[in-house]
């Protein structure tokens, strides 16, 4: 019995071990320079093409019809332009999963405040045109979603002050551990966004239809979360830290239903959610007496050789 254990836990080892690896790599590259400017590059060969797309529908050059039909409207160059930001947005949120379980939520919030800036351009993007009475309704929803999203910006600088990141680990290799755990949910997550994209754009191939499954991205977040809970038992089983982990869960569900709900109710839940946020952190600040500490992934991105040593051993 006692065989068959260290049997299994060698392949686990091994196999989180490879999946760190693979993590790195990807991660290493997504933050290099050369990656900020294909990125920046794509992003204004995309707000550039939109215009040109505009320009040469209104002039009736090439038809308004299928995909190009969204592009009549000037102001769309904004919104897709927007959209492939938040994307990039949501692939940096998903690196910041192991370092952090906290920061991962504080993140979430930061792109729900986005996502409500991007609703602004979309309200703008119906503006066909610059009389009031047309126009009445999408300004006072542009305003709502900017004065919520920057109400939720203001609460998440809080959080980042206030928030405390306690280690659970008793030992190096423990942390070790369930850091390569995390980084292993954080690679099949980006897995999963990467698979949602796909079949976003598959709709707009086939049905000319482009919807953001924003939505759908932070139901697979929230299973995540709950996974990384379930083995934070592994390391820590007291009352305050799963209390803590479940309702920064609680608070991602916040987001998913905010995203899917009508006008108003969406922002009401948002900035109840990061207030719930907010208000977490402070109570769990007020009854923890531990010092302040570093907490999550080790800074440095290389795998020390005398963890991959014990792990073969």
């Not at 254990?5 to 790599?25: P, S």
């Not at 897709?80 to 690196?95: A, G, N, R, Y």
């Not at 709950?226 to 009352?239: C, P």
Request: with cysteine; net charge positive.
């Amino acid at each position: 019995m006692e065989r068959q254990t260290d049997l299994k836990q060698y392949f686990t080892d091994k196999i989180l071990i490879v999946a760190e690896k693979l993590y790195l790599k990807v991660k290493d590259n997504w933050e290099t320079e050369k990656a900020h400017r294909i990125i920046s590059n794509s992003l204004v060969t995309i707000f550039l093409l939109s215009l040109l797309f505009f320009f040469l529908i209104k002039n009736e050059i090439i038809p308004a019809k299928g995909i190009l039909k969204a592009f009549g409207n000037p102001f769309f160059s904004i919104e897709i332009s927007f959209t492939f930001l938040l994307l990039t947005e949501i692939v940096s949120m998903i690196f910041v999963l192991p370092k952090s379980v906290a920061k991962s939520v504080a993140k979430q919030f930061e792109l729900l405040s986005l996502i409500f800036l991007r609703h602004g351009f979309q309200e703008f993007s119906d503006v066909h045109s610059l009389d009031w009475h047309e126009m009445v309704k999408p300004v006072q929803h542009m305003f709502v979603y900017g004065a919520v999203s920057l109400f939720i910006y203001f609460i998440i600088g809080i959080v980042y002050k206030k928030q405390r990141h306690i280690l659970i680990c008793r030992t190096d290799r423990a942390q070790r551990n369930f850091v390569r755990f995390k980084r292993t949910i954080s690679l099949l997550l980006l897995l999963a966004f990467v698979i949602i994209i796909a079949l976003d754009f598959k709709q707009l191939i086939l049905k000319s239809i482009y919807v953001s499954s924003f939505h759908t991205f932070f139901t697979v977040l929230i299973f995540s979360d709950i996974l990384v809970l379930l083995i934070t038992i592994r390391y820590a089983l007291d009352y305050r830290t799963m209390y803590r982990y479940s309702a920064f869960i609680l608070a991602t569900i916040f987001i998913r239903i905010a995203l899917t709900s009508t006008p108003y109710y969406d922002v009401i839940i948002g900035a109840a959610a990061s207030l719930y946020l907010l208000f977490l952190v402070l109570t769990y600040n007020y009854f923890e007496s531990t010092p302040k500490s570093q907490y999550g992934a080790i800074p440095n991105t290389k795998i020390p050789s005398k963890y991959t040593k014990q792990t073969k051993s």
